[in-house]
């Protein structure tokens, strides 16, 4: 969930997000087409919100959120989408 407001703005996440030191070891196994699907789908949605919001801390975490779904696909399909 996102909010934005006078006050500023935060993000909710429901579990852990991929970081550089826990990205291999939290990652979903076996990482499979519905996974990369949902990652896409992911991707295409905080890209959509970011073009969509006109609030710019809002557009900055939108564009966050869709580039750490790109990676996560890159990451596995081995760069390869």
Same mark, same amino acid.
């Given at each position: 969930?996102?909010?934005c407001?006078?006050?500023?703005s935060?993000?909710?996440f429901?579990?852990?997000w991929?970081t @550089?030191?826990?990205t291999? @070891? =939290? @990652?979903?196994e076996p990482?499979?087409a519905a996974?990369?699907?949902?990652?896409?789908?992911r =991707? @295409?949605?905080?890209? &959509? &919100? &970011?073009k969509?919001?006109?609030?710019?801390e809002?557009?900055?975490?939108?564009? =966050?959120? &869709?580039q750490a779904y790109?990676?996560?696909?890159?990451q596995?399909t081995g760069?390869?989408?």
């Open positions: 969930m996102n909010v407001d006078d006050n500023g935060f993000v909710v429901r579990g852990r991929p @550089s030191e826990n291999e @070891s =939290e @990652s979903p990482i499979d996974w990369i699907d949902h990652c896409r789908a =991707e @295409s949605a905080e890209r &959509a &919100a &970011a969509q919001t006109t609030c710019v809002a557009r900055r975490v939108h564009q =966050e959120l &869709a790109a990676r996560m696909i890159e596995a760069g390869g989408t």
